[in-house]
């Protein structure tokens, strides 16, 4: 008797997704500091939605083919999110940029998973195991590694560079909208995402009439916005929730850590000096990061030859003993709770 197996393809597909989707959530801190140069926060993440919404709106009636009463009943759940997530999010990262650099603010903005999980303690009484607790802590560390430039001094002296400070209000932000998110259950992910992307441009469009909303002329910001518009709001969306069909959540968290080293990478490809402190607390967070996200590690008892395999007996194991740390999945955006970009 021979078991088949999935074709590589169909293996080696999901981690493309995911990879793919990273690099288009990094690109979107690189490029963000460029943007941020010469558009306002307000500005950039307007414009950034206003370009998404429509490919977002195809997108999730092709692939999701979702009932839109259904999405019209959800809208207070949704307000809430597309505020949280996609409006302040963003105007913390971007106003966070004009002061910090790309690679600062991701190796911050790293923690989230761990900091997610912590909320989840207080907020919902989610259940933590010691690894988990190691890890959060870790990560916790790291966050203070960078905060303080490695200098026990400037963190007892606040003397902390604003920005850093800023991308925590965002962690902060992003976490609460992911744990607010688990309670949305009847809207598929990437029609969330576009709905919150309507929401977000229904109740920013009263203030950019008021106040006015500049489209960036120049060259680099320009594309700066159209890259942000498209790749990380819509193709990362669309990447990441096909890849999510067939992974793992705690595998796909783990992923998520590629957004920093890119951002890194790019940083440092561009001139950008990475401060070694903040790459020794970066390091710090994302172990701690992967060491809350994976599974946790229990022995299991080999089953004596005379167990009975009946199916029976097979639904009670599935059933027991199979507890998994959940992953937070998410970027600046996540695909429903999303990963962040």
Do not use: C
Request: proline residues 7%.
């Amino acid at each position: 008797m021979t078991v088949e197996r999935a074709p590589a393809a169909m293996r080696v597909k999901p981690a493309v997704f995911m990879v793919l989707a990273a690099a288009f959530w990094a690109g979107n801190y690189v490029l963000g500091s460029v943007a941020v140069a010469t558009m306002t926060p307000f500005d950039l993440t307007y414009l950034r939605w206003l370009i998404a919404v429509v490919p977002l709106l195809v997108i999730a009636q092709i692939v999701e083919r979702p009932r839109w009463r259904t999405v019209l009943r959800a809208w207070p759940l949704l307000t809430g999110l597309a505020v949280l997530g996609m409006l302040a999010y963003n105007l913390f990262l971007y106003e966070a940029l004009n002061f910090t650099s790309a690679a600062g603010a991701s190796l911050i903005n790293a923690a989230n998973p761990a900091v997610m999980a912590l909320l989840a303690v207080l907020l919902v009484r989610d259940r933590l195991s010691g690894q988990a607790v190691v890890g959060i802590g870790l990560s916790l560390l790291g966050v203070l590694v960078i905060l303080s430039g490695g200098s026990w001094q400037n963190l007892t002296a606040l003397d902390m560079n604003f920005g850093q400070l800023l991308m925590l209000g965002a962690v902060l932000v992003f976490s609460l909208y992911s744990i607010w998110g688990r309670v949305l259950r009847s809207v598929p992910p990437i029609t969330a995402t576009a709905a919150q992307a309507v929401i977000v441009l229904v109740v920013m469009t009263p203030f950019a009439i008021t106040f006015g909303v500049t489209w960036p002329t120049a060259v680099e910001p320009l594309s700066a916005l159209l890259y942000i518009g498209l790749f990380p709001s819509v193709g990362s969306y669309v990447l990441w929730n096909l890849a999510l069909r067939d992974t793992r959540a705690s595998v796909a968290g783990i992923y998520l850590n590629l957004i920093t080293v890119f951002t890194v990478a790019a940083a440092i490809l561009l001139g950008e000096t990475v401060p070694p402190a903040e790459l020794v607390g970066g390091v710090v967070v994302i172990f701690g990061v992967v060491l809350t996200s994976i599974p946790r590690i229990t022995l299991r008892a080999r089953r004596s030859p005379l167990t009975p395999r009946t199916p029976r007996f097979r639904r009670l194991r599935r059933g027991t003993g199979n507890t998994e740390a959940s992953a937070v999945v998410v970027p600046s955006d996540p695909p429903q709770n999303g990963p962040h970009d």
